[in-house]
């Protein structure tokens, strides 16, 4: 949660509400969309990111399957369906006439942990 605040704070990269998925900026890495319940963050990007990251501080890669298990039972991702160890992490959504995965967080628990970390 640490990196995807850090990226979404970041002046090089921005997230766009679904309804004004056509405002891109190409001088800028799109992390994905929101709207009022959810933030849809783009799972090849942040990951990516994450990645990069990592390897510049020379620590070592981590597990992205304990990383959305860990999410989904802090309940902060939306799965799809959940069947004994096989998990469906990103649910598809339609957002400017196409259907993909995202990593689906649940807006208003980001919200509220963010005002319990920060006073």
């Known amino acids: 949660m640490y990196l995807v605040s850090t990226f979404v704070a970041d002046k090089q990269t921005y997230l766009l509400p ?3 998925f056509y405002k891109t900026d190409p001088t800028k890495t ?3 969309y929101y709207d009022e319940e959810y933030v849809y963050l783009i ?3 942040i990951i990516g990111m994450c990645e990069d990251y990592l390897t510049k501080l ?3 890669h981590v ?3 304990n ?3 860990t999410l989904f039972r802090a309940n902060l991702i939306k799965v799809g369906w959940v069947m004994r160890k096989d998990m469906r992490y990103r649910p598809e959504k339609r957002i400017g006439g ?3 995965r995202y990593i689906t967080f649940i807006r208003k628990e980001l919200i509220k942990g963010r005002k319990i970390n920060n006073g």
């Open 18 to 20: 679904t309804n004004e």
């Open 30 to 32: 799109l992390l994905g």
């Open 43 to 45: 799972p090849s990007v």
């Open 58 to 60: 020379g620590k070592p």
């Open 63 to 65: 597990n992205i399957q």
């Open 67 to 69: 990383v959305l298990n």
């Open 98 to 100: 196409k259907r993909r």
